[in-house]
């Protein structure tokens, strides 16, 4: 059993509030991500798990035991962080012994860790080399081999990706993907791209001022959240807000702009109402039809796709993303949108 748990945790700096109760339980063998702006405290949520930053208040639990009052060097958890912090003078042989060293590992038991570490990221060959000799990806893979290489309880992450660029971010995100699969081992990554919380982890911990705004998996984040913080700091949004009209099976949200938007048959009573629409999630065409009219005010070239915002009759703008570009249309053309109105989520935390 090797969960991690924030049992009421604060932690203030002055009058700073970097971490401010939070209360959190990551399962055993679980992939978990705490995702937020900068300064929103999510290093110092790792520092706390670690023990080099002890909380102002609360408690931490490790396998269920509280080490609230552990030292670091008495708690068995494995990190990386976003510079590799690698010993520049040692091998990469030597930098991953490091932590076997510490520990007063016999030898031959070293040798042979540090070779099945090596090889589980995949550089069972650069053992002789110096870290200046390495790429930064290959780099970011010896400082997660050293993380692992005592058979941590816990791997902690630090942004691991941000200092590499695109190509190798990639290389480095599928490489912490099967590592973490491969031993089953309890993690908390930490980032602010919303696309590597996504894509790399089994749930999702949104924090905003020290605060979780949210904890679910990434579908259910991303499609279902909780508030316009949420929603807006996961990918890009329309927020259409106004007064929910409902009627048995339909329902609109009637816009302060007066356009009228299909929406789900709602969960709730009328009222006033913030609707989420994923730009992804609405239909774009130059022909008839469609829920509502507007213009083309802006498209956004991606090769892969294009974003349009367009301008609705009454000026309200809503942005468009559609997969494919070559028949991407220009600014100023009238359109027509459409969307399935269930895929309109009401944001329960916003009325
Ligand atoms: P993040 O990792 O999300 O960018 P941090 O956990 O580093 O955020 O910081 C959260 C807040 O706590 C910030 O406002 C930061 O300035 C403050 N903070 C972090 N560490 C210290 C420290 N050692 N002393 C004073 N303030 C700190
Ligand atoms: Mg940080």
Redesign the pocket.
Known sequence: MTTVEFAEVSKH??D?R?VDGVSLRVETGEFATIL??????????LSIIAGIAPPTSGAILIGGRDVTNLKAADRNVGLVFQSYALFPHMSVAENVAFPLKVRRVAKAEIAARVKEALALVRLEDYGGRKPSELSGGQQQRVALARAIVFKPDILLLDEPLAALDRKLREEVRAEIHALQRRLGITTLM?THDQDEALSLSDRIVV?DQ?RVQQIDTPFTAYHQPRNRFVAGFLGLANFLEGELQANGTSAVIRLASGERIACGAARSANGTVCGLLRPEDIRVSNGSGGRVSGKVKESVFFGESVRYAVALDSGFEIIAHVPGSRSKLPEGAHVNLDWEPDQVWLLPGET
């Open positions: 700096y002055g700073v970097a937020g702006p900068s300064g929103s405290g999510k290093t110092t949520m930490v924090l020290g």
